[in-house]
């Protein structure tokens, strides 16, 4: 157990639909980072959080939204699903807003739209 | 933008030998951290090494070491007496020492033969 969590594991929704993916990251740790990984691809940056502020953008679709709440988890919300979302999501966390000891990150949520 | 570059997108090593995974990265900054992330089949992502550019040292960890090369801003992951236990892919990764995202190659997928 990394100590970054994230929930659902897996999510099979259709096309058009909106999904939320929860992070509670390591405790300690005020980053949280969002990364998707398409199938057998490298993982690409989406969104940093640090502590509630947003930090950094990557290549984050305007459908996608992200947010971290009082308590540090964040959420990352996907709408108008489309084919092409299907993917792994990582959430990450780190203590300081830039560290350099690397990210802990969390198991993934594999998420299928069909 | 920086950009991470691993040309080996497979690799096998005999059980007990020693490779090196390849990984060069593009960058005009002075000062930042690079990384070799394992993620074995269950796709969790585990740190395996990180090298701080400041230090010239090369970064030793158990079996896992690097070559980094500044200049050549190359940065070569060795696992020696290789493992069962060592197949996945594995991914470089660069970071900034001021900015906050983490920058990760296409990957390399590490086969073990017994």
């Known amino acids: 157990d990394s100590g970054v969590t994230q929930t659902p594991k897996h999510l099979i929704t259709a096309t058009g639909q909106r999904v939320t993916l929860r992070c509670s990251p390591r405790s300690g740790d005020l980053s949280v980072y969002w990364y998707q990984q398409s199938l057998d691809q490298g993982l690409q940056f989406l969104i940093q959080?640090?502590?509630?502020?947003?930090?950094a953008k990557g290549n984050i679709l305007e459908r996608f939204s992200a947010q971290q709440f009082p308590d540090l988890h964040s959420e990352l919300n996907l709408s108008s699903l489309e084919l092409g979302d299907s993917a792994l999501y990582f959430c990450?966390?780190?203590?300081?807003?830039?560290?350099?000891?690397?990210?802990?990150f969390g198991s993934g949520t594999r998420l299928t739209v069909v | 933008a920086q950009t991470v570059t691993q040309s080996q997108p497979e690799m096998s090593v005999q059980e007990a030998e020693t490779v090196t995974l390849s990984c060069t990265y593009d960058?005009?900054?002075?000062?930042?951290?690079l990384f070799w992330y394992k993620q074995p089949p269950s796709r969790q992502m585990i740190l395996v090494i990180r090298q701080e550019a400041y230090k010239q040292q090369n970064a030793t960890e158990n079996r896992f070491s690097v070559n980094f090369q500044k200049a050549a801003k190359s940065f070569s992951l060795k696992i020696s007496d290789s493992q069962l236990g060592d197949a996945a892919m594995y991914f470089c990764a660069y970071r900034s020492y001021n900015n906050n995202d983490m920058r990760f190659g296409a990957g390399t997928r590490l086969t073990v033969k017994p």
């Open positions: 959080y640090y502590n509630g502020e947003e930090r």
């Open positions: 990450a966390s780190s203590v300081a807003r830039s560290s350099g000891g690397g990210y802990t």
């Open positions: 960058t005009s900054e002075s000062d930042y951290y």
